[in-house]
């Protein structure tokens, strides 16, 4: 190959993707927490499954938890990911101005989100779902719905509290359209989270 060709070839490969940059390390190391992270999911989906169809009195969950404000977040949520792609967007575009407008926002989505989760929470606490039992039969059913709802309401604080850093550290200039590879792996990170909602939320309100 010629210098020529070399430098065309090497000016062919963007930094993040070339496999021993820093860069794709960090989007590997994300991708493998996220890989576990999803099992993790989906073995308390599944023991969920096993135990409602072992149990031969599970409340109908539409009759217990309601759908409307769940509804909601999850709508919340979505849009969440819109302002994360528009935030990671705009610092491509060496916008640092609409990083921080738009990080800020996902933020605030999910601290609604979690606002409202601790009201449903309250709610359903005082009408009588707890954790060792509750008035509509199973005992199961309200264990296994904190555990799940509780578990995935962590990561949102964790992932509001990331967003934050990234937001204070885009404020001090630190990303650029030459250096937005920590934006893009927190939002992977929050991608997760809102897909894993909506999965949480078909098989434990709606299913």
């Known amino acids: 190959m010629t210098d020529a060709a070399a430098v065309d070839h090497a000016h062919g490969v963007e930094p993040a993707e070339t496999p021993l940059t820093p860069e794709s390390?960090?989007?590997?190391?994300?991708?493998?927490?996220?890989?576990?992270?999803?099992?993790s999911f989906g073995t308390l989906l599944a023991g969920y499954a096993i135990m409602?169809?072992?149990?031969?009195?599970?409340?109908?969950?539409?009759?217990?938890?309601?759908?409307?404000?769940t509804a909601f977040m999850t709508f919340l949520l979505i849009c969440s990911s819109v302002t994360m792609v528009k935030g990671l967007d705009a610092i491509k575009k060496d916008d640092q101005?609409?990083?921080?407008?738009?990080?800020?926002?996902?933020?605030?989505?999910?601290?609604?989100?979690l606002a409202l989760q601790a009201y449903e929470w309250t709610h359903l606490i005082n009408v009588g779902l707890g954790l060792a039992g509750n008035k509509w039969g199973d005992s199961l059913f309200g264990t296994t719905f904190y555990i799940i709802t509780g578990?995935?309401?962590m990561h949102v604080t964790g992932g509001v509290i990331y967003?934050?850093?990234?937001?204070?550290r885009g404020k001090k200039g630190v990303y650029s359209s030459t250096n937005w590879n920590e934006v893009e792996i927190a939002g992977l990170y929050?991608?997760?989270?809102?897909?894993?909602?909506?999965?949480?939320?078909?098989f434990i309100?709606?299913?």
């Open 25 to 39: 390390w960090g989007k590997l190391g994300m991708w493998v927490f996220l890989a576990g992270d999803a099992m």
């Open 52 to 69: 409602r169809g072992n149990s031969a009195n599970w409340p109908v969950p539409v009759d217990v938890l309601g759908i409307s404000l």
């Open 97 to 113: 101005d609409g990083l921080v407008k738009y990080m800020w926002l996902t933020v605030g989505g999910g601290l609604i989100f």
């Open 151 to 153: 578990f995935h309401g």
């Open 163 to 168: 967003l934050s850093v990234i937001a204070l």
């Open 190 to 202: 929050w991608h997760f989270v809102d897909l894993v909602w909506i999965l949480v939320f078909t």
């Open 205 to 207: 309100y709606l299913l």
